[in-house]
């Protein structure tokens, strides 16, 4: 069937089943597609206290939302090696009195297993997701880590991460795919001038090969972060095997969250064995200033005075 004129087909088409085991509009929903490797539970948190625990005993990437306050609707990601018993520990907490909704994505067989790993690889990037668009707003809990996957099975995670995205969107959850045409509602304080400075410097570039001007630089934050960086020509490069520090403070500008998420889309961060609150960049980066780039590597608002320059003339030689 076709309802739009010179409508171009974007990509594979799917077919979702939203079934409603209790009835109603609002009340319990399962969002299924017979082509993915995931589903999607919808519940409100008033009937969490009455869940079959051993229906949800399983690994599973969750998100809670509320009621909107100030504007933002708030939404909580999370990850669990067991659903059931994470959803108590949820209950028992008075800080998640907040939450009205939850939304479980988990796997749909035992033949395609769907790990605690397969969980956390969904959280990293649905967090990722969620903060690049800005329709609602994410809740800190722990950082989300990007789990080591087996080379051989990361396009069976990317495939279930699509899946989950799309599943979610279709359970009412716009959290991670703007409505086309929607502006997003980004929650950022107030452009300083350093800020908007920022968004009118010029692009980023990934994958640089320009010679140092001459100095170094070296950046120290939150006392795990280390970078190394260098002038060249009117840019400022972040050289590879530095530093990327995974979580992104409410602070930090709409340019800034941009173009974090275009580094991880970029797949130039690679996961640092024990590491869970930083990444590794894999190649030189080209940023339009100090400022913007270590705002890039540090997810936070702040300035150029991060970077301290290097004395050469005092690092160690060895005498072979």
Same mark, same amino acid.
């Given at each position: ?15 979702? %089943? ?6 109603? =509009? ?10 993915? %490797? ?14 079959? /625990? ?35 520990? %949820? ?65 069976? %995670? ?68 280390? /970078? ?73 608002? =702040? ?13 160690? =030689?060895?005498?072979?």
């Amino acid at each position: 069937m076709s309802y739009f004129k010179d409508k171009p087909l974007i990509s594979t088409r799917t077919t979702s %089943h939203v079934h409603r085991p209790y009835g109603g =509009v609002a009340d319990v929903r399962e969002i299924i597609d017979r082509a993915a %490797h995931v589903k999607v539970l919808v519940f409100p948190m008033s009937l969490a206290s009455r869940l079959v /625990a051993s229906e949800l005993a399983c690994p599973a990437f969750y998100a809670m939302t509320g009621d909107a306050a100030d504007g933002n609707v708030p939404i909580y990601l999370g990850e669990t090696n067991c659903f059931s018993r994470r959803l108590g520990e %949820h209950l028992a907490d008075p800080q998640k009195a907040w939450a009205r909704l939850m939304v479980v994505v988990r796997g749909t067989s035992k033949e395609v297993r769907f790990t605690k790993e397969t969980a956390a690889y969904l959280q990293f990037w649905l967090t990722l997701a969620a903060d690049r668009c800005g329709v609602m707003k994410v809740v800190a809990g722990c950082p989300p880590r990007m789990p080591e996957i087996d080379p051989l099975e990361m396009p069976l %995670h990317e495939r279930m991460l699509e899946d989950a995205k799309r599943l979610l969107f279709d359970a009412g959850l716009t959290a991670f795919e703007p409505v086309p045409g929607g502006m997003p509602q980004v929650d950022a304080p107030a452009l300083l001038p350093e800020v908007a400075d920022d968004a009118e410097s010029g692009p980023m570039e990934i994958d640089v090969h320009l010679p140092p001007g001459g100095a170094e630089f070296e950046l120290r934050y939150d006392e795990t972060i280390w /970078a190394r960086g260098y002038p060249a020509n009117d840019r400022f490069v972040v050289a590879s095997g530095s530093d990327f520090r995974i979580a992104t403070n409410p602070s930090a500008s709409p340019v800034t969250r941009a173009r974090r998420a275009a580094l991880f889309e970029a797949g130039v961060l690679t996961p640092i064995p024990g590491a869970v609150d930083r990444m590794r960049i894999t190649v030189d980066i080209a940023f339009p200033s100090m400022a913007t780039a270590a705002k890039a590597v540090c997810g936070a608002h =702040v300035d150029s005075s991060k970077w301290r320059p290097v004395d050469l003339t005092q690092r160690p =030689v060895m005498q072979l």
